[in-house]
């Protein structure tokens, strides 16, 4: 079995022999959103679960995880967004922490 894995901006070929069975698992492709703000907004507005920010209204503090800069996440896109949201939550700034996750990747 051939198959290409990405590593960095280029593409690794690799073959396993014919003897060892494998399965290629891949996430399906999901087009570019048209306003990625707006579905932002929509994801605050309606988190999964059931809690709202606004049940942490007045939170001593609050901790933000995100991803490393190795990892194709638009941080620019949906950091700015969460911190207005805490913000009206009245949570401020300074109680903030911000986590950046640089896993053993």
Do not use: C, W
Not at 45 to 70: H, I, Y
Not at 85 to 102: F, N, P, Y
């Amino acid at each position: 079995m051939k198959f290409q894995l990405p590593y960095g901006r280029a593409l690794l070929e690799a073959e396993l022999p014919p003897h060892l069975a494998a399965d290629l698992l891949e996430p399906p492709q999901v087009p570019a959103a048209d306003d990625p703000l707006a579905l932002v907004g929509a994801a605050l507005a309606n988190p999964l679960g059931g809690a709202r920010l606004e049940d942490f209204r007045g939170a001593a503090s609050v901790g933000v995880a995100g991803n490393d800069k190795t990892r194709p996440v638009p941080i620019h896109l949906l950091l700015p967004p969460l911190l207005d949201a805490l913000a009206a939550a009245g949570i401020s700034r300074q109680a903030v922490t911000l986590l950046v996750a640089v896993g053993l990747h």
